[in-house]
């Protein structure tokens, strides 16, 4: 059964996350209070200040960074968007009425270089 957390970030009760996902005391603080929803959540925006501040996540600094924008985004004012960031196009939506989607790794056969 998962555990139940009054979830810091969207302020109401619901599925905690299943670890701890960094070994510090920012990583505890995360698991005792952020649900799994807002985890993934992160996650997308996490993504997002990778790319655009282009933060090469194996160097001390750009972990400190990230670890910053995490403490920030679940428990300070929010983290910030780059200055310079601009949300991308909604996609055109499909037959169905949802726009598409491709899984990270999932290349169209355009972006496929055979060797």
Not at 19 to 39: C, H, T
Not at 92 to 107: I, K, L, Y
């Amino acid at each position: 059964m998962a555990r139940i957390i009054k979830c810091v970030k969207l302020g109401k009760d619901l599925p905690a996350i299943p670890y701890k996902p960094f070994d510090n005391e920012l990583g505890q603080r995360i698991y005792d209070s952020v649900s799994m929803e807002a985890w993934r959540l992160w996650i997308e925006h996490s993504k997002m200040i990778v790319n655009e501040y282009r933060i090469d996540l194996a160097s001390a600094q750009g972990q400190k960074l990230m670890l910053e924008q995490a403490e920030k985004y679940f428990f300070g004012e929010g983290s910030q968007l780059p200055p310079d960031f601009v949300p991308a196009q909604a996609k055109p939506a499909t037959a169905s009425g949802s726009a598409t989607r491709r899984m990270v790794g999932e290349h169209s056969p355009a972006q496929v270089v055979s060797g």
